[in-house]
């Protein structure tokens, strides 16, 4: 009975330490499928990691390593969460500020991963590298965060075809990102929370609310610092009722504009 009772415990420690997969008895869900590790092997070789970030990336228990999450019944990859926690503030101050900085270029292989719901890139370097065409592939994708993380260029308008996604930050700085159009918009049927400040957004008319109209989940908008201008006149053939946020903040809109 002592021995079971030992027996019991180390296995309590192991899970506490391992994991729920240990635990549950699917402990063959902490192997990667192949395709997915593969898919990660390939991201993570596109990408510079100057403060090792990625170190534990290796071996086949991709659901233990740093940034990565897995479904728990399937064992699949749903996450990607490599936010540079240290950005570079003008508050910064303290000597960790700035690194673990991850720069590179993002894998094509990345849509491999066919069950991926959250990816978080922002606050790194990608070195004015553009927004890829093949994130609108990811389908399942309901959380995407580019923000500040040193993409430049047009906007792709394939993000619109990712109906899932429930989130989206495309923030940037100095206008580094840009939009001639918000039509791909109206495609993330889904969406509840859209980020954009400081996108370049001068190509877009006082219209680009009508976009929005269509979005009726959509409950926090941020286009703040967007350079849009022009006039809205009135806001009574907008529905933004389900809207909690509305910042249109540090734009040039004429006067009338409505309160």
């Known amino acids: 009975m002592y021995k079971f009772t030992v027996l019991g415990l180390l296995l ?19 192997n990667c499928s192949k395709s997915d590790l593969e898919a990660l092997f390939d991201f993570k070789n596109g990408l510079n990691d100057p403060e090792n970030r990625l170190s534990s990336w ?29 950005p570079i503030t003008s508050e910064s101050s303290s000597s960790k500020y700035g690194f673990w900085n991850l720069s590179g270029d993002i894998s094509p292989s990345l849509p491999k991963l066919k069950s991926l719901e959250h990816l978080d890139l922002s606050l ?31 906007i792709p308008a394939s993000l619109g075809n990712i109906s899932s996604l429930q989130f989206l930050d495309v923030s940037t700085e100095f206008a580094s990102l840009s939009s001639d159009s918000l039509q791909w ?18 190509m877009i008319d006082s219209g680009f609310l009508g976009i929005m109209n269509r979005l009726s989940f959509l409950n926090e908008l941020y286009l703040s610092g967007c350079q849009l201008s022009g006039s809205i006149l009135s806001l ?17 809109f004429g006067p009338g504009f409505p309160v």
């Open 58 to 86: 290796q071996g086949s228990g991709c659901c233990q390593w740093h940034g990565i999450g897995c479904n728990n019944s399937t064992g699949a990859v749903i996450m990607i969460d490599l936010h540079n926690p240290y």
């Open 124 to 154: 790194n370097t990608f070195n004015d590298i553009s927004i890829p065409k093949f994130l609108g592939s990811l389908k399942n994708l309901r959380y995407l965060n580019l923000s500040k993380a040193g993409f430049s260029g047009l």
């Open 185 to 202: 918009v109206a495609g993330l049927v889904s969406l509840k929370h859209l980020a954009m400040n400081e996108v370049d957004l001068s």
């Open 12 to 30: 309590a420690v192991v899970c506490v330490i391992t994991g729920e997969y240990v635990c549950n008895g699917d402990s063959h869900l902490g």
């Open 236 to 252: 009574n053939s907008v529905n933004v009722t389900s809207l909690s946020v509305l910042d249109l903040s540090f734009n040039s």
